[in-house]
């Protein structure tokens, strides 16, 4: 089991920048990618960024060179720095973690995600 827990989410103005950290806990070595989904109010939920163990990255196109995702291993903790920050960047944020559970086979993963937190871009 992996336990999830965001942080960070607020009311900033188009321009600005916030931070989101998710911090891990439990199977911590079981764990494969982390990363960041947003669902905005009649919308699908999307994938922001993800991180592999390996340090691999991958980004929205409408998020690339914005937002940087980013990890502290000491910590169990993974950052996304979010800059010029738009409206439409306007979401609830949830951390997300896949995990590939000791003994069992590469193919099967387990998903976690953490709570949520509100990310509002507005003047």
């Known amino acids: 089991q992996v336990q999830l827990v965001e942080s960070g989410g607020g009311l900033v103005q188009p321009g600005g920048s916030l931070r989101l950290s998710c911090a891990a806990s439990?199977?911590?070595?079981?764990?494969?990618?982390m990363g960041w989904y947003r669902q905005a109010p009649g919308k699908q939920r999307e994938l922001v960024a993800a991180?592999?163990?390996?340090?691999?990255?991958n980004y929205a196109d409408s998020v690339k060179g914005r937002f940087t995702i980013s990890r502290d291993n000491a910590k169990n903790t993974v950052y996304l720095q979010m800059n010029s920050l738009k409206p439409e960047d306007t979401a609830v944020y949830y951390c997300?973690?896949?995990?590939?559970?000791?003994?069992?086979?590469?193919?099967?993963?387990?998903?976690?995600w953490g709570q949520g937190t509100q990310v509002t871009v507005s003047s």
């Open positions: 439990g199977s911590i070595d079981e764990i494969t990618s």
């Open positions: 991180l592999t163990s390996e340090g691999s990255t």
């Open positions: 997300n973690a896949d995990s590939n559970p000791v003994g069992a086979p590469p193919d099967v993963i387990h998903d976690y």
